[in-house]
C-alpha cells in the first residue's frame, strides 16, 4: 500500500519561509516522479514543483522559480519543498503526489499524478 503524508505548512509573514516536508511508503517502482501542488481557495490544484526519482530533474512553475527549491532525500523516501520569500499569493493547501514515470523528466499537470497526500495548509499574510 503506498502512503503519502505531506507536513510542514504553517502560517508565516510575506518574506517569509517554509519547508515542507513529503514522506511516503509502499512506493517500490523503479520509475517515477514526485510533485508539489497548491491549491488556493476557489481555484484548481495548479503545479508548483517536481522531481523524476531516478533521474533528478526537476521543473518549476514559473512564479516560484527562484522562490522555490524541490529536493530529495533517498534514504529517507523524502520530498522537501522549501519555500523563500513568499507572497500571500502563495497561499493554499500544499499537496505532495506522486507517479509512475519512465522517463527522466517531470510534469507539473496534476491529474497524471496517481498518489496523493492529505495536504498541508500555508497561509502568508501580508
Known amino acids: 500500500q503506498i502512503e503519502i503524508v505531506d507536513s510542514g505548512g504553517g502560517s508565516v509573514q510575506a518574506g517569509g519561509s517554509l519547508r515542507l516536508s513529503c514522506t511516503t511508503s509502499?512506493?517500490?517502482?523503479?520509475?517515477?516522479?514526485m510533485g508539489w501542488f497548491r491549491q488556493a481557495p476557489g481555484k484548481r490544484r495548479k503545479g508548483i514543483s517536481c522531481?523524476?526519482?531516478?533521474?533528478?530533474?526537476?521543473y518549476y512553475a514559473e512564479d516560484v522559480q527562484g522562490r522555490f527549491a524541490i529536493s530529495s532525500d533517498a534514504s529517507k523516501n523524502t520530498l522537501f519543498l522549501q519555500m523563500n520569500n513568499l507572497t500571500p499569493e502563495d497561499t493554499g493547501i500544499y499537496f505532495c503526489a506522486a507517479q509512475i514515470n519512465i522517463r527522466d523528466t517531470c510534469g507539473l499537470w496534476a491529474p497524471a499524478y496517481t498518489f496523493w497526500g492529505e495536504g498541508t495548509q500555508v497561509t502568508v499574510s501580508s
Open positions: 509502499g512506493l517500490t517502482y523503479d520509475h517515477y516522479a
Open positions: 522531481l523524476n526519482w531516478k533521474s533528478g530533474v526537476t
